[in-house]
């Protein structure tokens, strides 16, 4: 028996989309209000493999904390595959960005542990020496910068210090083979990332505000891990790394010897 013209090519459509549509990359849906939130919109995203709190946050112009909150996620912010999301976007923060919602590609010092390698933990390399701000201040200006900022956003001085030790020795001019920038060593997605914890753009070839940036990190870290441990290998390895893996050989390496920095800072003065 055959089939009517337009139900077999109703048929056709149907089978076509049923093998289609899993292959096409998951997008949000459209915007709805959300209401008692003026300068907020919701869109809804199930959540993909890789998928973080903090990466969507970045990705959509959202707050992570009201992005966990919404959705209920626990103190971790812990993502399933599948799940179903409401993401708060900041409509000012689109409009500041043109009105386009970036979709960065994830800059990591580490990535997967089979693919990983030791490297030396002060790892970095003088670049050329254009587009930098007051990048020639000495290490005690440095150090004085790290230790009134770290302050001010109510992070422990000698850990800041420690970590900005580790990273670079407290000179700015240095970018490593991973791309990461300054005293800090602040990789270009956190920047854009700590930006919004900022309210402003951060130039991390300005040394005021790469130490800004970085200690902003330090923060949100200290915040999410709860132990400085984590939050210094967080640091270093990147935050979805260590809850996905552990610590790698070398990220033990690098908290060990922040930590020793951090002694010799509060009993002498000085890291080394």
Do not use: C
């Not at 602040?186 to 309210?199: F, I, S």
């Amino acid at each position: 028996m055959s089939l009517p013209r337009r139900t077999l090519a109703a048929l056709v459509v149907a089978v076509t989309a049923a093998t289609l549509l899993p292959l096409l990359p998951a997008a949000p849906a459209a915007a709805t209000p959300w209401p008692g939130h003026p300068d907020r919109s919701l869109v809804r995203y199930v959540v993909r493999p890789g998928d973080t709190a903090t990466g969507l946050a970045v990705r959509y112009h959202a707050w992570t904390a009201e992005l966990i909150s919404l959705n209920r996620l626990g103190a971790k912010g812990t993502l399933h595959t599948g799940q179903e999301l409401r993401i708060p976007i900041v409509l000012s923060a689109v409009r500041r960005a043109r009105g386009q919602v970036p979709q960065p590609r994830v800059t990591r010092k580490h990535t997967h542990p089979r693919k990983h390698r030791t490297r030396p933990v002060l790892h970095s390399v003088t670049p050329p020496g254009r587009g930098w701000l007051h990048a020639d201040m000495t290490r005690d200006q440095v150090r004085r910068l790290v230790a009134a900022t770290a302050r001010r956003y109510d992070v422990p001085p000698k850990l800041a210090l420690a970590i900005a030790w580790q990273e670079s020795g407290w000179q700015q001019r240095r970018i490593s083979s991973a791309g990461a920038i300054g005293v800090m060593q602040v990789m270009p997605d956190t920047g854009r990332w700590m930006r919004w914890y900022v309210g402003r753009k951060l130039r991390l070839r300005d040394t005021h505000d790469n130490v800004l940036a970085g200690i902003m990190t330090i923060r949100v870290l200290r915040g999410w891990t709860r132990r400085d441990n984590n939050a210094i290998a967080a640091y270093y390895q990147g935050l979805g790394a260590v809850r996905r893996h552990g610590y790698f050989d070398d990220t033990r390496t690098y908290v060990a010897s922040v930590r020793a920095h951090e002694r010799r800072i509060a009993r002498t003065g000085t890291p080394i």
